[in-house]
């Protein structure tokens, strides 16, 4: 798996996550959608080995008909974003380059700015939309020597 | 015409450095240093002095070099075949010739299937240099010094495992 489906299963993994889309969102509560932002190269030891970062958003639709459901949102987000940063433990990660597949580990997850991010029909009736922005680190490991 | 097995400028990864795990065991058993770090040399600390005579001329007396290498990260892994040995250097305060192992080094400038690549074997003393260090990792960051009987040869490589055949 890449590291897009290795944070999708990761997530798939918390037990009130049921639907989750890749970059779409249904406006329906209780929907989630994943949408990975980009992947960019941290570093890279002397073999060639490189440790590399991806980021997601992460947004919810919930419902937010009065202060206790917008509690429980806001309560949600924190109980996943604490899961999900006790959820690597260097599970495999792969990277296809060229005709090459490359391994590597899921070495860290960390999450920000889980909040309110839009009422998209404008009103507290139909659902409202949190994010979560998710950070991987993953390492891949070099096909030579 | 060009050389078809040269490979031109060489990539940091083509410069290999492997210790023999196995620490004076019959048959080597090497592990290839540099995971986790970015910089890595072998430092020659050539030992030179100079001095004018009375004619006002500057002579220079080469007394060779006091290689070593620092590999300033090891996150301890027990899946590793250096671990072990590591370990037992650093918590037990071993000196000595329970230190003492060979270092390979091995240049990557031929390309090619069945490559012989240029080597050199050498003895060594492994140090751990301190253990512990930041989150995320047990850092044991050690030295290797170069240890004499240096000796020329080629190596092959296969399956990531090398094989050294000294010079005739």
């Not at chain 2, 080597?119 to 140090?127: L, P, S």
Request: hydrophobic share 35%.
């Amino acid at each position: 798996m890449n590291i897009i489906e290795t944070v999708q299963a990761a997530l798939l993994e918390f037990p009130q996550i049921n639907s989750l889309h890749i970059d779409y969102n249904e406006n329906a509560p209780g929907e989630f959608g994943l949408y990975p932002t980009g992947d960019k190269l941290i570093k890279e030891d002397v073999l060639g080995n490189q440790e590399r970062q991806h980021t997601f958003i992460l947004y919810a639709d919930f419902q937010s008909f009065n202060d206790y459901d917008r509690l429980c949102n806001s309560g949600l987000l924190l109980e996943l974003q604490q899961w999900l940063e006790r959820y690597a433990d260097n599970q495999e990660v792969t990277a296809a380059i060229g005709e090459n597949e490359l391994t590597g580990k899921l070495t860290k997850i960390t999450c920000a700015n889980g909040m309110l991010f839009n009422i998209p029909d404008g009103n507290l009736n139909t659902a409202v939309r949190y994010q979560l922005q998710i950070t991987a680190n993953y390492s891949i490991e070099s096909e030579e020597f | 015409m060009p050389d078809s097995t040269a490979v031109g400028k060489l990539k940091r990864s083509y410069l290999l450095h492997y210790i023999d795990a196995s620490f004076g065991g019959e048959t080597p058993n090497w592990f290839l240093i540099g995971k986790d770090i970015e910089d890595m040399s072998v430092e020659l600390n050539p030992d030179t002095s100079t001095k004018k005579n009375i004619l006002d001329e500057t002579v220079t007396d080469d007394n060779g070099y006091e290689p070593s290498i620092s590999a300033d990260t090891y996150y301890a892994n027990t899946g590793d075949t250096i671990y072990s040995k590591i370990k037992d250097i650093a918590m037990n305060r071993l000196t000595g010739d329970d230190c003492k192992t060979k270092v390979l080094e091995v240049v990557i400038d031929k390309k090619g299937d069945n490559v012989e690549y240029d080597a050199w074997m050498e003895d060594c003393i492994v140090k751990p240099q301190s253990y512990g260090g930041a989150q995320g990792g047990v850092n044991i960051p050690f030295n290797i010094n170069f240890d004499g009987n240096r000796k020329q040869g080629t190596v092959t490589i296969t399956d990531k495992v090398p094989t050294f055949t000294p010079a005739a």
